[in-house]
């Protein structure tokens, strides 16, 4: 059974993987503690090297500590059995080649197509269409979160990507995902990879709105 210490630790961890770099105070806030508890469990977690900080300057006062998640983190996140699947794409590319490789992705799209568009089939509003979207991806790990965009449309914010490591190796397994979101959401719908964690950011991020 999970202590509230313990649940208090996991929730931070937790914030720091969906909201980003965040001030101890900020976390507190969050979490309905004292910025001094929160405090506490972040210099344990630097220790064993989960999270580090960085300063930056305030207008006046000393600079602020804004803590974020290292790799080491990861760990505490789903993986999708990424070994496993490493495994099986270099077997495939290896013994069938990089031909029946692609064709087992362009297989994998259609299959997510299909099933996207099934689970969203009966929504005619584009905000619940991407609200159903993010719940399916985050059955999946994604941890996906849908925000209103400054531009007009939504943001499908994935804060986690269970196959990093995989599709590190093999760039098809991201590349398909435009083809996927566009067919599955149907016609009419723009969507742009404004963010994406294969090019040194944090998360993905994806701009969706009508034509």
Not at 68 to 79: G, H, K, M, S, W
Not at 122 to 139: E, F, M, N, P, Y
Request: proline share 3%; hydrophobic share 35%.
């Amino acid at each position: 059974m999970k202590t509230p210490e313990t649940k208090a630790k996991n929730r931070i961890l937790e914030l720091l993987k969906t909201g980003g770099p965040q001030e101890s105070g900020e976390l507190a806030e969050l979490l309905g503690v004292s910025a001094m508890a929160v405090r506490q469990h972040l210099y344990a977690f630097q220790k064993r090297g989960w999270v580090d900080f960085e300063e930056r300057s305030r207008p006046m006062g000393r600079p602020a500590k804004v803590w974020e998640l290292t790799e080491q983190a990861e760990q505490f996140f789903p993986d999708r059995h990424n070994d496993l699947l490493l495994s099986f794409i270099d077997g495939i590319e290896k013994t069938l080649g990089k031909e029946s490789l692609n064709k087992l992705l362009e297989h994998r799209a259609k299959e997510q197509i299909e099933e996207y568009s099934a689970q969203l089939n009966g929504q005619t509003k584009l905000r619940k269409k991407v609200d159903q979207l993010a719940k399916i991806r985050s059955k999946e790990g994604y941890m996906a979160e849908v925000q209103k965009s400054d531009s007009g449309g939504y943001l499908l914010i994935e804060n986690h990507c269970p196959i990093c490591r995989a599709a590190q190796t093999c760039s098809g397994l991201c590349e398909s995902e435009l083809e996927v979101f566009r067919k599955s959401l149907g016609e009419g719908v723009s969507v742009d990879r404004i963010e994406h964690i294969l090019s040194g950011e944090r998360r993905c991020v994806y701009h969706i709105s009508d034509f």
